[in-house]
């Protein structure tokens, strides 16, 4: 059974680090959500306009994409879904935002998701 993931922030914009992370969960076996509230798919997926409609019942990794502001905002939905890690790609990990994940009891990376499956961004172009 493969492993599923929450990218907050995906893009269908293939330059964007959210659509490279969409490319990158994909290609290491994930099950991928992406959640974006302004398009309704990315890379063939459906998109979800917040976390709290993806339909897996539950998420083993959310990947940050999100400015911190916004970040902030949505904390407390991925909050209630439980999922088994929270990743703040650099950009998304801003102290507070970080601060505020540990406090509501989320299990909190900072750094690059792509990177921790033993890839580099890079190789996803920036086409």
């Known amino acids: ?4 993931v ?15 992370s969409v490319r990158a969960h994909l ?4 099950t991928v959500y992406p959640v974006t509230p302004n398009v309704t798919e990315v890379e063939g997926l459906p998109a979800y306009p917040s976390v709290t409609e993806v339909p ?10 999100l400015p ?19 990743w703040f790609n650099p ?3 801003g102290p507070e935002v970080l601060a505020e ?3 509501l009891g989320l299990n ?16 996803f172009g920036d086409e």
């Open 1 to 4: 059974m493969s492993r599923t």
């Open 6 to 20: 929450a990218v907050l922030g995906a893009s269908p914009e293939r330059r964007k680090f959210g659509n490279k």
């Open 27 to 30: 290609t290491a076996g994930f």
């Open 56 to 65: 897996s019942g539950h998420i083993d990794r959310v990947t940050v994409y």
């Open 68 to 86: 911190p502001a916004i970040g902030l905002k949505v904390l407390p939905a991925i909050a209630a879904r439980a999922p088994g890690e929270v």
């Open 91 to 93: 950009g998304a990990d």
């Open 101 to 103: 994940a540990r406090r």
């Open 108 to 123: 909190v990376i900072a750094g690059c998701s792509i990177v921790d499956l033993g890839m580099s961004p890079r190789q």
